[in-house]
Each structure stands twice: as structure tokens, then as C-alpha cells.
């Protein structure tokens, strides 16, 4: 593998092992978009990858309580996962769920946030009594 160090390159070669489907993928994405080389395309994606995901969008607190809980539930592996979650459950239902007055979802996020305080409290107490 070149390294910029010893070329004087600005740029890094990058090598990727991609399956026969992400390969796929890949030169579909290129196709799509008009990009003249499969280098394109990936930097591109990474150009794109550093604008997009959930911490790229502001999400009211409520939301965010809700992905980090079904996270920790283990219903989704991170919170990007939890959010394709929610939204595959539809607005009809996520208005199910919460309830139709703002007192309701104010009362429901309070709970969320002091479970997931009460939960950070007794992880700390057990971290603490594992170092005596």
C-alpha cells in the first residue's frame, strides 16, 4: 500500500474489499449521480457521509429519549437504527403511542428522562463499587 508520507501525496490510497452487492451498489450510486469514476463515487459518499445521520439533524428532546431508550432496550443497535424504527412504525402510530395533548408528551418525556437518569445513577454506583 503507497503511503503519502513516503510519496509526498496530499491524498491517501485507499484499498476496500467490497462484496459482489456493495460492488453493485456502488456502481449504481455512480451511474446514478453521473460520476466519471468509482473514486468519484466514494468520495462523494463520504462527502455525503459527513452531512447526513441523526446527529446531523436537530431532533426535539422528546425524540431523542425515545432512540436512546430503544437503543438501551436493545430493540435497535444504534440510533440511527432506532430512528428507521420509528419511522417504519408511521406518524399514525407514533401519535398512538404519545398520546394528543402536550401534556401527556411532557409528562412521557419527563419519565423517560428520569429513568435514563435513574439508570446512569446506578451504573455509576456499580462502576464505583467494582474499582474498591
Known amino acids: 500500500m503507497r503511503d503519502a508520507e513516503r510519496t509526498g501525496s496530499t491524498s491517501r490510497f485507499l484499498g476496500v ?7 453493485g451498489r456502488l456502481e449504481e450510486f455512480r451511474r446514478v449521480r453521473g460520476l466519471a469514476t468509482t473514486s468519484d463515487a466514494v468520495r462523494a459518499l463520504v462527502n455525503e457521509g459527513a452531512k447526513t445521520g441523526v446527529g ?3 431532533l426535539p428532546a422528546t425524540l431523542s429519549e425515545e ?3 430503544l437503543v438501551e432496550l436493545g430493540y435497535a443497535r444504534n440510533p440511527e437504527e432506532a430512528l428507521a424504527v420509528a419511522l417504519q412504525l408511521g406518524l399514525a402510530e407514533i401519535a398512538r403511542l ?3 395533548s402536550w401534556k401527556q408528551m411532557r409528562s412521557h418525556a419527563r419519565d423517560v428522562a428520569d429513568r435514563r437518569r435513574v439508570r446512569e445513577r446506578a451504573d455509576r454506583e456499580g462502576r464505583g463499587l467494582l474499582r474498591r
Open 67 to 69: 432512540l436512546a431508550e
Open 17 to 23: 474489499r467490497l462484496t459482489l452487492e456493495e460492488n
Open 56 to 58: 446531523a439533524a436537530e
Open 98 to 100: 404519545h398520546g394528543d
